[in-house]
């Protein structure tokens, strides 16, 4: 019989208590937020535009928390990861896009959903021979969301867009 001594094993044990704890509370929380009436979706929605001379094209993230009453706000949440998006100018430079930002707004199932995110940044990239950009600070923007909001409060994913701000 092999037997591994683990020295690290309460510790472990301890964790995974911890991370068992923490889901049974998540859990709890999604069913509290649940009976309240509150829906809670997520989507990725196409995102195309131009920051001056800049051309954003792919993926925006978004996490809608549609309230049973129409005069309460809804929570909209916007993540932009670098990897999802791409971004160059008119002479092929490359600029890394990222961000996220929130916007409360009242949306309505059938009705326009069109909040202006800010929170979004664009980093000019390094030439191909290794020199930094100058200037080197970051351009900041805003997102222009169209999102589509179900019957039932759900996001659709389908029938919703970004964009940039005229």
């Known amino acids: 019989m092999l037997t591994v001594l683990m020295p690290n094993a309460g510790r472990i044990r ?13 859990l709890a929380s999604a069913g509290a937020a649940r ?24 993926w925006l993230h978004v996490v809608t928390q549609i309230p049973p009453s129409p005069i309460v706000p809804a929570t909209l949440h916007a993540n932009l990861p670098a990897m999802d998006v791409v971004a ?12 996220a930002g929130l916007a409360s ?7 326009p959903c069109q909040p202006v995110i800010s929170g979004f940044m664009l980093h000019r990239m390094p030439a191909k021979d290794g020199i930094p950009p100058n200037p ?7 997102l222009s ?4 909001i179900n ?8 029938l919703s867009s970004a964009g940039l701000p005229e």
Do not use: K
């Open 14 to 26: 301890r964790a995974l208590a911890a991370t068992a704890l923490m889901m049974f509370i998540g």
């Open 35 to 58: 009976a309240q009436g509150l829906v809670v979706s997520t989507g990725v929605i196409p995102l195309s535009g131009f920051v001056g001379d800049i051309h954003i094209e792919g």
């Open 88 to 99: 160059t100018d008119s002479l092929g430079t490359s600029y890394l896009a990222h961000g």
């Open 105 to 111: 707004l009242v949306c309505l199932p059938g009705d």
């Open 136 to 142: 080197i600070a970051p351009i900041a923007f805003s």
């Open 145 to 148: 969301l169209n999102l589509t």
């Open 151 to 158: 019957a039932d409060g759900t996001l659709n994913a389908d």
